[in-house]
């Protein structure tokens, strides 16, 4: 049974590839994951590889040749076996066609998108998902080995898969070790530079499957939820009393955090305010609030952040928040981190306040409907009674998602936060 | 624990229930003097007298017809189709009215009918009676469906189905009345509509039910010599059908063959598979694979009748390709 081989869609926006070079000439053998020829797309020149073994009965295009994604390229089978009628060359390839014409031509030839009035822009506009940019058209893989690879951030193109027809299974990704980023660089720094030498040159640095994830996903959020935000400075110096005395009777690796007082006091706070712990259902003109109330708390790692998610945070002992998020973070940071770590937020945290930051306002981690963003607790001149003093202060702030919600219940929502950071003892009962 | 056989475990049943509850009765063709095509109901006429072991006309729409009404009255009425190839001629009776007249009639009437119905290949019966056609009555919503595939689930699920109100379909597999399993002493129930792990396993899912059970537990054993640890889950009611164990096994195992005697278009494993790719579709590691009859009638000639039907070895190599 002869097989063909298409243009590969290497990156989300690939759309076409000029047919470089055959490495493979017709009628030689050819080893499955070996190379058949090379491409060159917008950015760089790919070798593609052969999902199958056998003998390469017939080459589709040309060397040089400008070739659509998707389109065969060339048709494998074995030795001896005929080429299905319509792949012969010189019979019509069904669309999309193969053009040895310049691009201009090929852009031509497609109805211009004014033409098409109100339906066009929605062809042009489409915003690729992470899963289709994760997924290069071609590549066979599991729903399971998708899923792990979304979240580890793996690039599936680097995996060559092991199942059925070269399908990427879990075992392949779980065999597959990201390399170690670019060693050159860590070498480079190294060398003494002179204090006069010219300035170092630009570094170009890719970004890591991890980074273009959160810049796709954040630009989307930032330009499409309306967002709003609402401050509030609370007074910690009780809870910051009480905090050094608990810590007293618990061992080091349990010690609360600041942060974890205030995972259990939003959580707290959500139980008021449900339509906050919830998530917004355009596609069916809903909002959905959730019942368990499960706080995201944003962590820092190597070239990102990870939101690490504290489950029923409303119902766990402080302590037990501690842990949790003890043990998630430093799997986070050591990229480590499993699934269930990662997922089923309802309402997500971000702290700044151990780096000095006074205030910050941050992006909704979609699809919550919102997120709250905390500063660190400074000593500040407080007036009481007309008389001023010096008082421990914090400042959050709330980003919310207008389509979800209004100003009015953001501020209740600080407000009533209030009573469980200024009356710490409610967080203990 | 006593070890008894299919037939043993249905006729204990429905003597005990008969015994509990006098408003138990069977009706249907020879299950009287004669004592039933299979033997199930050997003795019951002597022992329960011609009022509650009625012997009917050759008439299966006259069997349903008149057990619909006597449960409509208040009798808990046994009805045995001979085979269930024969159900076909009651089809309405079953579909249309057993099935439904607990809803068109907004509540007022409750239908609480067992109909017994053996099925299944591989004796020679020729195309119209080795037919296995268990997935279109479930696919009837008003009519629960039980298919067991051991005597401990024979005995409680028949005894479940008597004692709930609601109209059931109880389908036997006419080849494997021998097949023997223990049975917990005393009376007890097995609750309709629940799966159940059969045995437990790790690198592959089993869903079956009924005769598959026992067959896929041979391919099970086979499997374990080379290694291969098989989780089966025995479905026993097809509606409701119970996809909690199928789906917590799957997440853990990402692989599953489903096993049906039935022919596989439109069939039960269809059902499971569907709802294991909506309820489980990012723990698949593997497509789920199905293994049924051959879509032809079945037919007479012994060799062709056993290659259309699935076997162990079937499964066996099913099992190898998802893994």
Redesign the interface.
């Known amino acids: 049974m002869a097989e063909i081989v298409s243009m590969p869609k290497l990156g989300f926006d690939m759309a076409e590839g000029t047919l470089v070079r055959w490495v493979v000439a017709e009628g030689e053998t050819i080893a499955k994951s070996s190379v058949l020829a090379e491409i060159e797309t917008d950015k760089a020149t790919v070798e593609v590889e052969s999902a199958y073994e056998g003998v390469v009965l017939r080459h589709l295009v040309k060397e040089g040749d400008i070739v659509p994604i998707n389109t065969p390229i060339a048709v494998i089978g074995a030795a001896g076996e005929a080429v299905p009628a319509d792949l012969q060359a010189g019979a019509p390839i069904e669309t999309p066609k193969v053009m040895s014409e310049p691009v201009v031509k090929a852009a031509e030839s497609k109805p211009a998108p004014t033409v098409e009035g109100t339906q066009a822009p929605h062809d042009v506009f489409v915003q690729p998902t992470e899963e289709e940019a994760l997924m290069p058209e071609g590549v066979r893989v599991?729903?399971?080995?998708?899923?792990i690879a979304r979240e580890r951030g793996i690039d599936l193109r680097r995996i060559k898969g092991s199942?059925p027809n070269g399908r990427i299974?879990?075992a392949d990704i779980e065999a597959y070790r990201e390399e170690a980023p670019t060693a050159e660089v860590k070498a480079a720094a190294a060398v003494f530079q002179p204090a006069l030498e010219p300035a170092r040159e630009d570094q170009i640095v890719p970004l890591s499957r991890l980074r273009a994830a959160i810049g796709r996903r954040m630009a989307e959020v930032k330009q499409q939820v309306p967002h709003f935000y609402v401050t509030h400075e609370y007074d910690m110096a009780a809870l910051m009393t009480l905090r050094k005395q608990v810590n007293q009777y618990i061992p080091e690796a349990e010690k609360i955090s600041v942060n974890d007082f205030i995972v259990k006091a939003a959580a707290l706070t959500l139980r008021v305010f449900p339509n906050l712990n919830a998530s917004f259902d355009g596609a069916n003109h809903q909002v959905v609030r959730h019942g368990a109330i499960n706080v995201g708390v944003a962590v820092g790692v190597e070239n990102g952040l990870l939101t690490v998610v504290c489950r029923d945070a409303d119902r766990k002992p402080l302590r037990q928040i501690a842990v949790e998020l003890k043990a998630m973070a430093a799997r986070a940071q050591d990229g480590k981190v499993r699934p269930d770590d990662i997922e089923g937020s309802t309402f997500s945290t971000s702290n700044l306040g151990m780096f000095d930051v006074e205030h910050f306002i941050a992006i909704i981690n979609p699809p919550e409907a919102a997120i709250l963003a905390v500063g660190s607790v400074k000593e500040v001149p407080v007036v009481v009674n007309g008389e001023v003093k010096a008082g421990l202060h914090m400042r959050a702030t709330l980003s919310v998602d207008h389509r979800v919600s209004d100003g009015v219940e953001a501020a209740k929502y600080l407000q009533e936060l209030a009573k469980f950071l200024e009356e710490p003892l409610r967080l203990l009962v | 624990m006593a070890k008894i056989t299919m037939r043993e475990a249905i006729s204990q049943a429905l003597w005990e229930e008969m015994e509990r509850d006098e408003n138990v009765f069977i009706l249907g063709e020879e299950v009287g003097v004669w004592g039933g095509s299979y033997a199930v109901t050997k003795g019951f006429y002597d022992h329960f007298g011609e009022k509650r072991v009625r012997d009917t006309p050759i008439s299966e729409a006259a069997i349903i017809g008149a057990a619909i009404g006597a449960a409509l009255t208040g009798l808990r009425p046994v009805a045995e189709m001979m085979t269930i190839n024969f159900a076909f001629s009651a089809f309405d009776h079953i579909v249309n009215e057993t099935a439904k007249l607990h809803y068109m009639f907004g509540g007022q009437f409750k239908v609480p009918l067992v109909i017994r119905a053996p099925g299944g290949g591989g004796r020679q019966l020729a195309a119209t009676h080795s037919q296995t056609p268990d997935a279109i009555f479930a696919h009837f919503p008003g009519l629960k469906v039980v298919a067991p595939g051991t005597p401990e689930d024979a005995k409680g699920l028949l005894k479940a189905a008597i004692r709930t109100d609601d109209p059931v379909l109880y389908i036997e597999n006419a080849t494997i009345y021998q097949l023997r399993g223990e049975v917990p002493d005393g009376d007890y129930t097995i609750p309709i509509g629940k799966s159940k792990i059969y045995r437990p396993g790790k690198h592959a899912t089993l869903v079956t039910y009924s005769k598959m059970v026992d067959f896929s537990n041979k391919a099970a054993d086979q499997l374990a010599q080379d290694g291969i640890e098989v989780e089966i889950v025995d479905l026993r009611s097809l509606r409701p059908l119970d996809m909690g164990p199928v789906i917590e096994s799957f997440k853990k195992t990402n692989r599953a063959v489903i096993v049906e005697e039935g022919w596989q278009s439109f069939g039960v494993g269809a059902e499971v598979a569907a709802r294991i790719y909506e309820e489980a579709f990012d723990y698949a590691d593997a497509p789920v694979k199905r293994v049924a009859q051959k879509e032809v009638p079945l037919p007479y000639n012994r060799n062709l009748e056993q290659m259309a039907l699935p076997q162990v070895a079937d499964i066996v190599k099913a099992v190898k390709e998802v893994l």
Do not use: H, Q, V, Y
Not at chain 1, 142 to 147: C, E, G, M, V
């Open positions: 599991s729903p399971l080995a998708r899923k199942g299974i879990k």
